[in-house]
């Protein structure tokens, strides 16, 4: 079976379409496969963070919300799958230079661009995010990896990073990004599940 080696990776971030049918097409390594467990978890993370960027790259921020030189990238609840991301120093999304934070409330977020939300903490998110901040320009990313969910909207959120087998792939619900006041690349969403609902 096929290993994919850490340092390879950040030479595609300058590629993001390609890097991102390149990743729809990897096959991830079970952690079984690995005398080192956290070994195969680490390699999921660093994946799963090139998908965040990679799509973050598609996307088109109002202009009031991307007048600073920073584009903050937060993890909601110690960002559970992505402890150990890939370094992001140095990446440049929208002309923005990338700044990763670690939140565990949503009672105060106007200073992130993206917020990433493990799929255990949804009905939480659904309970703190939504009453205050649901149709502001932040690209929420729900993480489903870890289970089987897939093919549904969630109220709030934009993108969904979904497991289709061995593999990772990701769902867009397009009436939450317009709603926000975003857009994203045509190229984008012909790589991406459609889903419509929780609006």
């Not at 379409?17 to 097409?25: D, E, N, P, T, V």
């Not at 670690?102 to 703190?128: A, H, K, M, Q, W």
């Amino acid at each position: 079976m096929q290993r994919f080696s850490a340092p390879v990776l950040p030479c595609f971030w300058r590629r993001p379409l390609r890097f991102l049918l390149l990743f729809i097409a990897l096959t991830l390594t079970p952690a079984s496969a690995y005398t080192d467990s956290g070994t195969a978890n680490n390699q999921i993370s660093d994946i799963k963070t090139a998908f965040v960027v990679n799509i973050a790259r598609f996307v088109h921020w109002p202009r009031q919300a991307s007048d600073n030189n920073q584009l903050q990238l937060c993890m909601y609840r110690s960002g559970e799958g992505f402890q150990a991301s890939m370094p992001l120093r140095g990446q440049v999304i929208a002309g923005r230079n990338v700044h990763i934070a670690y939140i565990d409330e949503l009672s105060n977020v106007t200073d992130c661009s993206i917020l990433v939300i493990p799929g255990s903490e949804v009905g939480r998110f659904g309970e703190d995010f939504l009453p205050l901040w649901r149709h502001q320009p932040i690209l929420t990313i729900l993480d489903l990896t870890a289970s089987t969910q897939g093919g549904s909207a969630y109220a709030g959120i934009m993108v969904s990073l979904v497991r289709k087998g061995s593999k990772i792939g990701f769902e867009i619900n397009l009436d939450e990004v317009h709603n926000a006041g975003l857009k994203m690349s045509s190229e984008l969403l012909k790589l991406a599940t459609l889903v419509k609902g929780d609006n």
